[in-house]
């Protein structure tokens, strides 16, 4: 018992060493050569990476208490160039000295970012995530699982670890309705709509500053934002040389290697930043592996008005085609169920027998070489100069070159369905074959951006900007015959269809903020957007998709903000969008039928915002509501076409609606608890169902019902508590629960997603040796309570001989208990 006492007795004094802290105070300044250094309140402050505390009114800011040893601070406002600062805790009050950023006229990284951003003053729903917010987040999965912990965000991945095909759903609404930008540049396809970040594996790692914006949010330049808006800045100026380098091992031989290095700001005015990445994995679902590799490259000069900067980077990546899924039974083990995939010819008998054997893993395709296998080179040059003291412009040319290919076996195939001749050998005639086929993107995308920025230096009541894009989508859609067990008058590499796609899109806006009273701001913003889009060929059905469409959307927004009392705002906003049918809805009905209509969206958005800090307490909430009021929408049918696209159809009215609750609480400096809660109601109206015969001829229900818009949960809420017990060791327990989504319009019960409920957890240690500024080993448990559930799927079904109704779903399970550990080093 002694030894124990004495043991204990030892931890405690060797503990209390560890937590000798003392107060760090100082004051931020904002520079300025007309009127000398002004206080500026409001700034963010981190420490080592985590916000602690923000400016007071007066400039000031104390931080109660930094525990011993050195600590990096940094200071950031929108508006204004980052400002780091070196400190070493100690028991005895210290005094930084005076920090000053400079203004918005000594152009940065923050100015290029600020035209597509929202803040405070532009009355929207949003939430930033910093460098040090992803880092901490980043292990080997794709970004969109670095976002899990956002409002109204519901993500989902194909192979079922996180790694290669991965969707985010916010508000319900999928890629195609969220406009992803990188540095302003369009990032989603601009046929599909989609945003295919397989295609670039491990860009979180190059990624300085994200903004999610919930609902229509601010204009920024690519097809209109139909749940919410992604913003991706690669532009931070790091002035400081660097080398990095993170290895990740875990669950599935999942691998993850990268390498970081910058050379700092070379001669005052130079820098040159890079990545290489490699991340492979065998997926947690049988024959789903993936194999990524991708580069970042970033030449820039900075002067103190100009800013230049020339970025590539590019992704490439092969993966097992899991975009099937797996049939209901894999997930029940019903055999009944079973031998009706059997008997409707859903399922072959021995494909029936390999669901029994891998279960809710079981993968439907054996061919070895059934892989996606895409590449994506991208290439941005930007300028950001200073136009005098008031404004200054930022710009950007781009270029986006995209080839690759689906190979897939395909077995007993027609002929005439590859527009070949049947094969006659003496009297027989052979009209089938089994074959590979490969079916080619080849496209390129190019354009340019600009952004007028005013911003007056002694006067922040007003600002300004108008800016716009020019942009032109060139895409050959094509399929060739690779091999084939009867060949009829087919070569190698033969196409058997061809079709070229050509989208032009241009868009003007114009917005201001005016602080019209101390309390009282408002915000206007009017974007008008032009589409041309022509297809010219037939696609692989042999059909003729011929399409000519044009539109013209002109897209208002307004709002106000009234500050409460200080670090209390009240805003309001009302906004409209409107967006073009993307191709899927043209090609994918019958010939001719160009019936796919423009969708139209009145958001209104209305929230409370307090931010309090309180010594070493600090409190953050916001509460939002939203109406989002369509026409036209357009809503997943809860099918796939043969490539895994989810195919839609318009309804003529329909709204989401709800409450977002977020908040952040941390009792003391080394924990804090964070949360976001979303209550939804999301509806169709006047909605007539849609079945099929046996002949799968359409049926249409005659009585139109109110009903749930598919893939849409009424409740999504994500915990985060995060402690920091020890100095360099943070905790984090992550939970996450998502309600029922029905896969299709039906609010039908027995074609829908479970409910469920995963936690996480995650350990990071931080070392800082002599020889290193620092060495951290990282662990990331998913699913920690071994949950089986799936978080995406598709249906379909018809009329059967007796008038019921025969269903097919097919899920996508998500990966029980697994891990991911990873070593990075900082030099």
Do not use: C
Not at 120 to 127: E, I, N, P, V
Not at 297 to 310: C, D, E, I, P, S
């Amino acid at each position: 018992m002694k030894k124990y006492v004495l043991t204990g007795a030892a931890l405690v004094a060797l503990t209390g060493a560890a937590w000798a802290q003392g107060p760090v105070s100082g004051s931020l300044l904002a520079a300025s050569e007309a009127t000398g250094n002004q206080p500026l309140p409001g700034a963010t402050i981190y420490l080592d990476g985590q916000a602690v505390s923000a400016t007071a009114a007066d400039g000031s800011f104390l931080l109660p208490a930094v525990p011993a040893g050195s600590h990096t601070l940094r200071f950031t406002a929108i508006g204004f160039g980052p400002a780091t600062v070196r400190i070493t805790g100690q028991a005895e009050p210290q005094q930084v000295p005076s920090v000053a950023l400079q203004m918005a006229s000594s152009v940065t990284s923050e100015v290029l970012v600020t035209a597509s951003r929202a803040n405070d003053r532009t009355a929207t729903a949003y939430s930033d995530l910093s460098r040090e917010d992803l880092d901490k987040r980043n292990f080997a999965q794709d970004l969109p699982y670095l976002l899990d912990q956002t409002p109204s965000v519901v993500v989902t991945s194909d192979a079922g670890a996180g790694v290669g095909y991965t969707d985010i759903r916010i508000r319900g609404t999928g890629t195609t309705g969220i406009n992803m930008t990188i540095n302003g540049v369009p990032l989603n396809d601009p046929e599909s709509r989609g945003a295919f970040l397989v295609n670039l594996p491990d860009l979180a790692s190059s990624v300085s500053s994200l903004q999610v914006q919930r609902g229509v949010g601010t204009s920024q330049n690519g097809g209109a934002a139909f749940g919410a808006s992604i913003n991706i800045s690669t532009l931070d100026v790091r002035r400081e040389a660097y080398a990095e380098t993170q290895n990740t091992y875990g669950s599935f031989n999942t691998w993850k290697n990268n390498v970081q290095f910058g050379t700092g700001l070379l001669g005052g005015h130079f820098t040159v930043d890079g990545r290489l990445s490699r991340m492979a994995t065998d997926g947690y679902m049988n024959r789903a592996e993936s194999d990524l590799k991708s580069y970042y490259l970033a030449v820039g000069y900075q002067a103190r008005n100009t800013l230049v900067k020339f970025i590539t980077f590019s992704g490439r990546e092969k993966t097992y085609q899991a975009w099937n899924g797996v049939p209901e039974p894999a997930i029940t083990g019903n055999r009944d169920l079973l031998q009706t995939y059997v008997d409707n010819g859903e399922l072959s008998t021995t494909n029936a027998e390999r669901v029994l054997r891998e279960g809710r893993r079981y993968s439907y395709y054996t061919y070895d070489n059934q892989t996606d296998n895409y590449q994506q080179n991208h290439y941005q040059l930007h300028l950001s100069q200073g136009l005098g003291p008031d404004w200054n412009i930022g710009a950007a040319l781009h270029l986006t070159r995209g080839f690759g290919y689906y190979e897939s076996y395909r077995a007993n195939r027609r002929f005439s369905a590859y527009n070949l001749p049947n094969v006659v050998i003496g009297n027989q005639t052979i009209t089938r074959t089994n074959l590979i086929d490969r079916k080619w993107l080849d496209n390129y995308f190019y354009g340019g951006t600009f952004a007028l920025n005013y911003q007056p230096k002694n006067n922040d009541r007003f600002q300004a900007t108008l800016g716009g894009a020019a942009n032109r989508f060139d895409n050959d859609h094509y399929g060739e015959i690779i091999w084939a067990q009867y060949a009829s008058t087919s070569n190698i590499r033969q196409r058997y269809y061809f079709n070229e796609a050509t989208k032009s899109d241009y868009n003007a806006y114009a917005r201001a903020t005016w602080q019209v009273l101390p309390r009282l701001g408002v915000y206007g913003d009017l974007q008008l957007r032009r589409i041309d889009y022509a297809i010219n060929g037939v696609e692989d059905d042999q059909n003729d998709v011929t399409t000519r469409a044009r539109y013209t959307f002109f897209n208002p927004k307004a709002g106000a903000t009234f500050a409460v009392a200080e670090g209390q705002q009240l805003y309001a906003s009302f906004a409209v969008g409107q967006r073009e049918p993307v191709r899927a809805d043209f090609t994918d009905r019958p010939a001719g039928d160009q019936s796919a209509r423009p969708e139209r969206l009145e958001d209104f958005e209305a929230g409370y915002r307090l931010n309090k800090t309180r010594g070493p307490r600090t409190l953050q909430l916001e509460a939002n509501y939203f109406y989002m009021n369509y026409r036209d929408q357009l809503v997943a049918t809860g099918q796939l076409n043969d490539v895994g696209t989810p195919l839609r159809t318009n309804v003529a009215r329909s709204y989401r609606t709800g409450l977002e609750l977020t908040g952040a609480y941390a009792p003391l400096r080394w924990l804090n608890l964070s949360s976001t809660l979303t209550l939804s109601r999301n509806r169709i109206l006047d909605y007539r169902d849609v079945s099929y015969d046996e002949e799968f001829n359409p049926v249409v229900a005659t009585e139109g019902r109110t009903t749930t818009i598919s893939y849409s949960p009424s409740v999504v809420s994500a915990h985060t508590l995060e402690g920091q017990p020890i100095k360099g060791l943070r905790l984090a327990l992550l939970y996450k629960t998502v309600s029922r989504q029905y896969l299709d319009n039906s609010a039908n019960e027995a074609r829908s997603i479970q409910p469920y409920q995963v936690l996480d957890f995650r350990v990071r240690y931080a070392l800082r040796p002599a020889f290193m500024k620092e060495i951290e080993l990282a662990l990331l448990i998913n699913n920690v309570l071994n949950r089986e559930y799936v978080a995406n799927g598709y249906t379909y079904g018809y009329l059967g001989a007796s008038g019921q109704q025969e269903t097919f779903n097919w899920y996508y399970p998500q990966a029980t208990r697994n891990f991911l550990v990873s070593v990075g080093l900082k030099l």
